[in-house]
């Protein structure tokens, strides 16, 4: 059976980025009404309903990101926006801490500073997690501040992207565990010729640069803690998990990573937000220019209203050291 995973994004017409945009995010009046663009909560929710309810609310985060970036915002003006979507979205609260990180802050992993300043040429990193009813969602993008991909970032974030498509692809129920996805990226990173500057000054393959673990389960925990599975043991069946490779390149001021949710279906993987917000570099590029031709940025600071973070949330560092 063919992973849904394999299903390639195709660019969309500048009227179909904005329509996937406008209908994903919603938009809200000024008496805290919500457009149709939010989608109705059901009264009652399975756990499988609630994880996908909060991976869309996420989704939509993201591609309200990818519409109002703009060079001269701060990090946390992106996080008083996230915070935005996530009420009109319905989410209940947040996973984790939102992690927004423009230019070299994205090297650092684990920041969460507030004050700086997107510019032209800079990439974006974004890992935020909404929750609904108490359950995790976890998606990173990485986006370019100007719009557009440069030829490095490109290439770099093109590497993340095929890994984390291929460790999807190949995952096998019941069969494979994290921990041979993980190994299989580190196999693809090491083949590739993309090299990247150590402190000594040698070129290293990039591996090197990803010390962090592919992914993880996800329950009311993030880290999928209360879930009783092991990134070790073989993937279970009805469990929701990540996958997120990325790599943090001191030498280049350059961080970023590209991370989605899935579902363990019987046989294999099925991504759940990979049809709800764009991952390839030409899709990105797509929403964002369609969005800047039509839609004004946002001029004021937003002022944030943060939701509550689970009491689930982490208390260690969000990525967790990778375990060769």
Not at 79 to 87: C, H, P, Y
Not at 191 to 216: E, I, K, M, V
Not at 236 to 256: F, K, N, R
């Amino acid at each position: 059976m063919r992973s849904v995973e394999a299903k390639d994004w195709r660019r969309p017409p500048r009227a179909v980025a904005l329509a996937l945009l406008v209908g994903l995010t919603g938009a809200c009046g000024g008496d805290g009404s919500t457009t149709p663009g939010t989608a109705p909560t059901p009264p009652t929710l399975t756990r499988e309903q609630a994880v996908r309810e909060a991976v869309r609310a996420t989704a939509a985060a993201h591609l309200a990101v990818m519409q109002q970036a703009r060079p001269g915002m701060t990090e946390g003006d992106v996080k008083a926006l996230i915070d935005q979507v996530f009420r009109q979205q319905g989410a209940d609260g947040v996973a984790f801490e939102h992690i927004v990180a423009t230019g070299a802050n994205a090297v650092e992993a684990h920041y969460y500073g507030n004050d700086g300043v997107l510019s032209d040429g800079d990439l974006l990193v974004v890992d935020i997690g909404a929750t609904k009813d108490g359950w995790a969602s976890d998606l990173t993008r990485t986006i370019p501040v100007s719009g557009i991909f440069s030829s490095r970032q490109r290439e770099l974030y093109g590497l993340a992207l095929e890994a984390q498509q291929m460790a999807a692809r190949r995952a096998r129920t019941a069969v494979d565990s994290l921990q041979d996805m993980q190994d299989w990226v580190i196999e693809l990173y090491q083949a590739s010729p993309l090299r990247s500057p150590a402190p000594d000054g040698s070129l290293q393959t990039l591996d090197t640069f990803n010390p962090y673990r592919l992914g993880h389960y996800m329950g009311r925990e993030v880290h999928g803690g209360d879930t009783g599975w092991d990134w070790r043991v073989p993937l279970a069946e009805d469990q929701a998990l990540t996958i997120e490779p990325g790599m943090y390149l001191a030498s280049e001021g350059i961080g970023l990573r590209v991370e989605d949710d899935y579902w363990v279906g019987p046989l294999d993987l099925e991504c759940l937000s990979c049809p709800l917000v764009p991952r390839g570099p030409e899709d990105i590029e797509a929403v964002m220019e369609a969005a800047r031709a039509s839609a004004p940025a946002i001029v004021a600071p937003l002022a944030r209203a943060p939701l509550p973070v689970s009491p689930d949330a982490l208390s260690q560092p969000h990525l967790q050291p990778r375990q060769d």
